[in-house]
Structures are given as C-alpha cells and as structure tokens.
C-alpha cells in the first residue's frame, strides 16, 4: 500500500457512513434542551442595562446551528470542505458590549461542536460547571471601585481649596478631568470615600460651587 492510499484511507476513516436519522434527532434535541438552558442562564445573569433579547436569541440559535454544521461535515468530505471554505470567508464585524457576552458566545458554540460530534456527557457536565462557577464567581466580592466627583465651580482659582477639602474625606484623590470655561470651571475627580455625605456638604458650602455630583461606575469608564 503506496503512502497515498494510506493517507487517503486515514481521512476517509474519520466521516461517518452510519449518521441515521435517530442519531441526527438525538443531537439536535439535546443540543435545542442546552440551548434553551444557555438562553434562561444568560437571561438571569445578565443585568437589566445590558441585557439584550435579540443576541440572548442569537447565542441560543449559534448551538443548534454550529450542531448542524458538525453532523453534515461528519457525512462528507466535500461538504466538509466546502463548509471550511464557506466559514473562513465570513466576517462578523459586530462589537461585544460586554466580556460575559464572549464567554456566552464560546459556551453556546462549544455545545454545538460537542453535541454534533456525539458527545452528550461532556457537554452536559460542561454546562453544569460553568453554570456553577458563574454564580460562585459572582458571590465573590470585588474591590471597593473609585466613584467620580463631579464639581462646578463659578470661579477658576477655587481648585487648590476643592483639592484640600477631596483630600480630607477621600482616601484617594485623582482628578480625571479639568475643563475651564468663561463660566468657571468644571471638574471630575476619582475618589474612593467613606463618608460622601460629609464630602458633599464640605464642597456644597463653598461659595463658588454651584453643583457638585458623585456617581458611581462599573469600572469600565475612561476618562
């Protein structure tokens, strides 16, 4: 046998002669049962400012598409081929809002390949521990995040007492922002502060102040 039957008979041992209607119903149930699954988990992790029906669709529909494409390119090899000429033109140009949506994404696709390649348990077992480790991830606490100062001022020249009163109640003090107008000067400092109450009386009873804000953020503002 000449190296070319060999590699010939390699490829061709690997596609499936035996995909039956039954074992198409199998995947393609089990894969819609886990994509329904991915579709209610993302709908209780997600927050509400985030949150968008359309891509939670999306990212339920990727399995049963992606389980799809699996069982035909087992089947054939000029389908195989033809699907990876097909997937490597496409471009998806559409910008994730959020880095859970990525992990979403994968997870989906991931069950999709799995399911289509016949392997129920891992996908099952794949699901249940991410599920798990999204909701103990989310039990552990983060850092205590700067919040943003906000300050209008009638008169440019109050930045050193500003500074003096921020840096009495704040624990740090940065200022991300200094913007100075014929009106006077607006101001946004990162701050991390206990008492915010106290550091808003401070700031409002100063003479030139006219407004002063303090918001909080989730971590991805730049300023």
């Known amino acids: 046998m000449s190296t070319k039957d060999i590699i010939k008979n390699s490829v061709l041992e690997n596609f ?75 471009r998806f140009r559409n910008a994730i809002k959020d880095s859970m949506d990525l992990v979403f994404l994968f997870w989906s696709i991931s069950v999709g390949i799995i399911c289509g390649a016949g392997l129920y348990e891992i996908a099952l077992i794949t699901s249940l521990l991410v599920t798990l480790l999204l909701f103990v991830l989310e039990l552990v606490p983060g850092p205590r995040t700067a919040k943003l100062l906000v300050i209008n001022s009638a008169d440019t020249a109050a930045f050193s007492e500003i500074e003096v009163i921020v840096k009495k109640y704040g624990r740090t003090c940065r200022v991300k922002s200094r913007n100075l107008t014929a ?10 502060c206990e008492k915010e109450t106290d550091l808003l009386d401070a700031l409002h009873a100063l003479p030139h102040v006219t407004s002063v804000s303090i918001l909080s953020h989730d971590g991805e503002t730049r300023l």
Do not use: H, P, W
């Open 183 to 192: 009106q006077g000067m607006d101001l946004i400092i990162s701050v991390k």
């Open 16 to 90: 499936s002669s035996d995909l039956t209607l039954t074992r198409i119903f199998i995947a393609l149930t089990l894969t819609v049962v886990l994509a329904l699954y991915i579709f209610f988990i993302y709908r209780l992790c997600a927050t509400n400012e985030f949150y968008s029906k359309s891509f939670n669709k999306s990212v339920a529909l990727l399995s049963v598409i992606t389980a799809s494409i699996v069982l035909a390119m087992q089947s054939n090899l000029v389908i195989s081929l033809g699907m990876v000429g097909a997937l490597s033109i496409v």
